[in-house]
């Protein structure tokens, strides 16, 4: 999977050092998609993974403005969800979200959703095995 980065130099490149082993970890490293992470503050958000259909791709949106192992932690969490919407287990339409079949308003409370406990459940594990390379 091709990616880049953009944004600060010193923490683009911890996070292109980390980044290969995350790929590998969830078994992206052969995948056809592509995907940008760009280094800006996002509001409150840690991080944000958007699809963008046009070209295959996703933009991966990080805020800089956190510790390393933060934003390692973050980068794992959105290549989580960049791996479901890959596979098409995530899906996001106007209205809904569709994980694994199922519909899910945009209401839904953020915790309740099945793919945020599943970034949650694998980001720390592969920002630990990825720092460890």
């Known amino acids: 999977m091709e990616f880049s980065i ?42 944000t993974t958007i699809p963008i259909d046009a070209v295959g791709g996703y933009m991966i949106l990080i805020n800089p403005s956190k510790k390393l192992a933060e934003i390692a932690s973050t980068v794992a969490h959105e290549l989580v969800h960049l791996k479901q919407m ?9 209205d809904h ?8 308003p945009k209401t839904t409370a953020y915790l309740d959703m099945p793919w945020e406990q599943e970034a949650f459940a694998k980001q720390e594990l592969i920002m630990r095995r990825a720092i460890e390379e």
Request: with cysteine; proline share 3%; glycine share 8%.
């Open 97 to 104: 979200y569709i994980w694994m079949g199922k519909k899910y």
């Open 86 to 94: 890959a596979k098409g287990q995530l899906k996001h339409t106007p």
């Open 6 to 47: 953009k944004g600060n130099s010193l923490k683009a490149k911890f996070i292109r050092a980390i980044v290969p082993s995350m790929l590998t970890q969830l078994k992206l490293n052969n995948s056809s998609k592509c995907f940008v992470i760009n280094l800006e503050k996002n509001g409150d958000n840690f991080g």
